[in-house]
C-alpha cells in the first residue's frame, strides 16, 4: 500500500483532510510539528527515513494572522521558506511527489482572473513567504503547487472584507476535491466564484461585520485575487 505523509498534522487543512479526504490504496500519516518539525532538517530526514512516503502533502506554515508574517519575518522565513525546503529536498533525495500547498496572493492582486502562468508579485510578507517555498518546490523532478484561496469555516475573523475579492473556497470543499490531484503535476490555481471576502462569508455567517482594505493597518491586502480556474475545472470534469 503506498503511503502519504502529511505535515502540519495539527493544522486546519490536516484537521479537514481527516473528515473529508478519501483516496483509495493510501495509507496516510498526519504529522504534528511535535513529530516533525519540518524547521529541523535532522527531523526531516529521520521521519523520511522512517515512513518512506510515496506522496508528501506539505500543509504545515504559518498562515493567519497575516500581521504575524510582518512583525515577525524571520520565523516565516524559518518555517514557510527554510521548512518547505527541508521537506523539498527530502523529496527530491527520495524520489518522492511534493504537494505543496500555496496561495493565492502571490498574485499582484491588481485585476483578477490570473492564471497560473500569470507573473507572481506578492504585496505582502505572507504571500512573499508562500512564494519562497514555492521556489524550492519548482525545482524537484515531481510536484503539484496547488495556489489556493483558501477561507477556514468558521470565518475567523469578525469582519470581512468588502472591498477586496477573491475565489474564495472553504478548505473543507478543497479537501473533498484533493484526492484528483494527487497525480497531477504543475500549478493549479484551486478556488470558486469570484466574490468579496464579505460576499463569500455572509452567505454562511449573515451577522459579520464589514471592513475595507483602507481600514487595514500594518499589512498590505489584495484588491482582487480573483483566480482563473479552467485547469481545475477540466481536473474535475476529466477524473
Request: with cysteine; net charge positive.
Amino acid at each position: 500500500m503506498k503511503k502519504i505523509l502529511v505535515t502540519g498534522g495539527s493544522g486546519h487543512f490536516a484537521s479537514s483532510m481527516k473528515k473529508f479526504f478519501c483516496i483509495d490504496d493510501f495509507k496516510l500519516f498526519y504529522l504534528s510539528r511535535e513529530k516533525l518539525d519540518v524547521k529541523n532538517k535532522k527531523n526531516v530526514e529521520e521521519v523520511f527515513k522512517e515512513i518512506l512516503p510515496d506522496v508528501v502533502i506539505h500543509a504545515a506554515a504559518i498562515t493567519r494572522p497575516m500581521i504575524k508574517h510582518e512583525n515577525n519575518p524571520v520565523e516565516s522565513i524559518l518555517t514557510n521558506i527554510v521548512g518547505t525546503a527541508n521537506i523539498a529536498i527530502e523529496c527530491q533525495k527520495n524520489n518522492i511527489k511534493m504537494i505543496y500547498l500555496s496561495t493565492d496572493h502571490v498574485y499582484e492582486g491588481k485585476k483578477g482572473n490570473y492564471k497560473e502562468d500569470s507573473p507572481i508579485l506578492p504585496i505582502n510578507k505572507y504571500a512573499w513567504s508562500k512564494l519562497g517555498g514555492e521556489c524550492a518546490v519548482m525545482l524537484l523532478k515531481d510536484y503539484c503547487i496547488l495556489r489556493m484561496a483558501a477561507v477556514q469555516d468558521p470565518f475567523p475573523h469578525k469582519k470581512a472584507l468588502i472591498d477586496s475579492f477573491k475565489s474564495s473556497i472553504y478548505i473543507d470543499d478543497i479537501v473533498k476535491i484533493l484526492h484528483k490531484f494527487i497525480d497531477k503535476s504543475g500549478i493549479y490555481n484551486i478556488g470558486g466564484e469570484k466574490k468579496s471576502i464579505y460576499n463569500f462569508v455572509k452567505n454562511s455567517n449573515p451577522s459579520i461585520d464589514k471592513i475595507s482594505i483602507k481600514e487595514i493597518t500594518g499589512v498590505r491586502m489584495p484588491k482582487d485575487v480573483s483566480l482563473n480556474l479552467n485547469k481545475m475545472k477540466e481536473v474535475l470534469k476529466n477524473d
